[in-house]
């Protein structure tokens, strides 16, 4: 029973940061590359992060760049996506994502992951 479940969201202010976690069980999450997406209403989802297994890469959608900040504890089995300096629309639902290691270049690709999280709500309202 593979699952991936995401917390620390909620509203915040602009300006203002969340961590957000992506707890891993029914897999060694050492063995998986984690993307993070994001989808706001009316939108198609979009990665945001990426972090292969190793943790020795990493990307960032060009929106999110010097703002957010992925890392992963695999002794924990988990991954984090610190979000700092938030704006309106970084207002998304938001969800992380395993696959077995893919090529890098590939990681805004839906497809290549294997399991989905159920989505934590971040929200950047004043």
């Known amino acids: 029973q593979v699952q991936l479940v995401e917390s620390g969201g909620g509203l915040v202010q602009p300006g203002g940061s969340l961590r957000l976690s992506c707890a891993a069980s029914?897999?060694?999450?050492?063995?998986?590359?984690i993307g993070w997406f994001r989808q706001a209403p009316g939108k198609e989802r979009e990665g945001v992060s990426y972090?292969?297994?190793?943790?020795?890469?990493?990307y960032y959608a060009d929106s999110v760049k010097g703002r957010f900040t992925i890392s992963r504890d695999n002794a924990k089995a988990t991954v984090y996506l610190q979000m700092n300096s938030l704006k309106p629309e970084d207002t998304a639902v938001y969800y992380c994502?395993?696959?077995?290691?893919?090529?890098?270049?590939?990681?805004?690709?839906?497809?290549?992951?294997?399991?989905w999280g159920q989505g934590t709500q971040v929200t950047v309202s004043s």
């Open positions: 994502a395993a696959g077995d290691p893919f090529i890098p270049t590939m990681w805004t690709l839906l497809n290549e992951y294997d399991y």
């Open positions: 972090i292969s297994s190793s943790g020795g890469s990493t």
């Open positions: 029914g897999l060694t999450l050492e063995y998986y590359a």
